[in-house]
């Protein structure tokens, strides 16, 4: 689950108070003179010590300061940080990077005489053991090592004794990257660390203070992120690194990319040919890094984010005082009617010299017309919004909606129009999700396009036509991308299938298994939004016949959790073989049979091909992995 804000709040009143170092009760307070150093966003774009003769020699040192993760001069939260001495505090903390073979002598001190740091990650790799290097308080400890193997880690610390996806607010940027390059040139790649924040609320000040959530990379919230610029046709490479106490479903816009790596503190395990996995959508679990590398093919505004609709929603900008003190700006970076903060960068890929126009299709697209609209108590005393198609000379009656939202099925090659109509109250907008189209549709208002020529939000009463050629067939998704955690919570999703000739739609052998939001988040009794399946919490029984073998086309578009797909008898779980991830087809090396088991994260899917062996009764369970809600579904195999 991506922690909401009443889950946070819940969570913060059964907390008990952790010891803190460094006068404990004024930090909880969050007392400005324990915490007077600015705290510096970290870029990862240089390497902390001092590389000399193959040795790197480096100290840390833990400060407490504030972190102004928006603008300089904005809003900033206390916390605890990495720093070299005689330096600034960064959070990220300091950049570890150093070519295989270096030898590494790092000092930490921990100056805090009331606590005991414990200090992770600072070893060769892999290292499965790592029971991490205590500090008494004013202690400082060397550690000496060879850095031999090339990978991507980070190291990170505690003053509480917790897991990494149970630090505090105080500790929770604790942490850095530590790279070891392959040859002796450090390489083109640029280096993201996620990290989360949030202090429970205080009603015992003399001014209450709520619940505060912060989300930044590289120690910065959207819109202050670092936004890129690149050549079409460039091969962009990333590492990600995610110390935080939370998982991250992270989505590119507009491209695939390849997983090059995975791992954590401990291990970083490389994939090698086919065996790489193509994804717009990766879920990172807390603690793991992650290499990627895509190719910027289409010139135009791309985003790559979190898919928890909460960590990029406008619940994460900081406050400034009265309502009317707010910031006028627009998070996604124009005057766009709703805001985005949180883990968000922008993209702009610039159209290559000399490359030729795009060719328009010759062919009349197929013309579709999409309502987006609201219905009253959908979810109990709750209004719910859907969408719903508009065929033949009547419109639909407004408070007609489809939860999930029909779905569309595209020919490969075949061009579309979509026109996209809003009878809600706000202004919304629709992201064709996989698809890989030119930028303008793409649907983030405010951003989408290029200079000249942005997508506007769709506000009351308009509309907007989105025109592609689906480039693949696949299982695909289209949503909301506007107020996500209210309209994706309250409906606004659907499945997009792409077919074609050779793999045309077949009902019979196919079954969509759709786990959506069952009502917005903030207004329900439950922690984030509850899971729907096929747009029911008790969904009808799945008949399937005996030796016939099923496409399950498998989508998780909850704005809030982590979902769980399986599928047993009462003894075990059955057998199914991976088909496709996000809509592209997975090479033979990854399409071997496997336990019917899959985790996944908002705005991933999945197509398994599963063959019931005998007559009789099978479960299909969908469920939160944390603890929250369950949909099964009785499977009767005749």
Request: proline letters at 10%.
């Amino acid at each position: 689950m991506a922690w909401t804000r009443p889950f946070r709040l819940a969570l913060a009143v059964a907390a008990t108070a952790a010891s803190l170092p460094c006068r404990a009760g004024a930090q909880h307070r969050g007392d400005a003179g324990t915490f007077r150093e600015r705290i510096v966003s970290n870029d990862n774009r240089t390497p902390a010590g001092r590389l000399a003769s193959g040795v790197l020699t480096v100290r840390l040192e833990v400060r407490a300061g504030m972190l102004h993760p928006e603008e300089d001069d904005g809003p900033g939260v206390p916390m605890l940080a990495f720093a070299e001495p005689g330096k600034p505090a960064h959070a990220p903390g300091p950049l570890l990077r150093v070519p295989a073979g270096t030898m590494m002598h790092v000092s930490v001190r921990n100056p805090f005489a009331d606590s005991t740091l414990t200090v992770y990650g600072l070893h060769d790799h892999p290292a499965p053991a790592d029971t991490g290097i205590r500090l008494r308080g004013g202690e400082t400890r060397e550690v000496r090592f060879r850095a031999s193997r090339p990978g991507t880690w980070f190291y990170w610390a505690t003053t509480t004794g917790s897991p990494v996806d149970a630090r505090q607010w105080f500790e929770s940027q604790l942490a850095g990257a530590f790279v070891v390059d392959s040859g002796a040139t450090v390489g083109s790649d640029r280096i993201f660390v996620l990290g989360t924040w949030v202090r429970d609320g205080d009603s015992t000040l003399p001014v209450p203070r709520p619940v505060q959530d912060v989300m930044v990379i590289n120690g910065r919230s959207w819109p202050h992120t670092e936004r890129f610029t690149f050549a079409e046709g460039e091969r962009v490479h990333w590492r990600w690194v995610n110390p935080s106490n939370d998982s991250h479903p992270m989505h590119l816009h507009g491209f695939y990319y390849n997983v090059e790596s995975r791992g954590d503190w401990r291990s970083d395990a490389a994939y090698a040919g086919a065996d790489r996995p193509l994804v717009v959508t990766h879920l990172m679990l807390p603690g793991e890094t992650m290499n990627m590398s895509w190719t910027a093919e289409r010139e135009g505004n791309w985003i790559f984010h979190c898919h928890f609709a909460f960590h990029v929603s406008e619940h994460l900008v900081l406050p400034r005082g009265e309502p009317a003190a707010q910031p006028a700006h627009a998070a996604h970076g124009a005057a766009a009617p709703h805001r985005m903060a949180g883990l968000v960068l922008a993209l702009s890929v610039n159209p290559s010299k000399g490359a030729p126009a795009p060719v328009a299709s010759q062919r009349p697209p197929r013309r579709i017309r999409l309502i987006a609209q609201a219905a009253p108590r959908r979810f109990g005393t709750v209004g719910g919004m859907g969408y719903v198609v508009h065929e033949g000379p009547a419109e639909p009656a407004r408070d007609s909606i489809a939860i999930p939202g029909p779905t569309l099925v595209l020919r490969k090659g075949e061009p579309v129009a979509i026109t996209v109509v809003n009878h809600l109250k706000e202004p919304t907008a629709v992201h064709w999700h996989g698809i890989e189209l030119e930028s303008f549709p793409d649907g983030v208002p405010g951003w989408s396009g290029r200079p000249g020529r942005i997508m506007p939000a769709i506000m009351p009463n308009d509309s907007f036509v989105a025109e592609f050629v689906p480039p693949r067939a696949g299982t695909f998704i289209y949503h909301t991308h506007a107020n996500e955690q209210l309209q994706m919570g309250g409906g606004l999703y659907g499945t997009l299938l792409v077919v074609d000739s050779a793999r045309p739609y077949d009902p019979a052998r196919e079954r969509i298994i759709m786990v959506g939001g069952g009502g917005p988040a903030d207004s329900m009794p439950t922690f984030g939004s509850p899971g729907l399946v096929n747009g029911s919490a008790a969904p009808a029984p799945m008949v399937l016949d005996a030796g016939t073998t099923y496409r399950l086309r498998l989508i998780n578009i909850n704005p809030d959790w982590r979902v769980i797909f399986s599928i047993m008898s009462d003894s075990a779980l059955a057998t199914w073989r991976p088909l496709a991830k996000d809509g592209a087809d997975l090479p033979a090396s990854q399409a071997a049979p496997r336990p019917a088991y899959l985790l996944t994260g908002p705005g991933e899917t999945a197509d398994f091909a599963f063959t019931p062996t005998s007559r009789g009764e099978l479960r299909l369970e969908v469920k939160t992995q944390l603890a929250g809600w369950i949909v099964p579904i009785r499977i009767h195999v005749r």
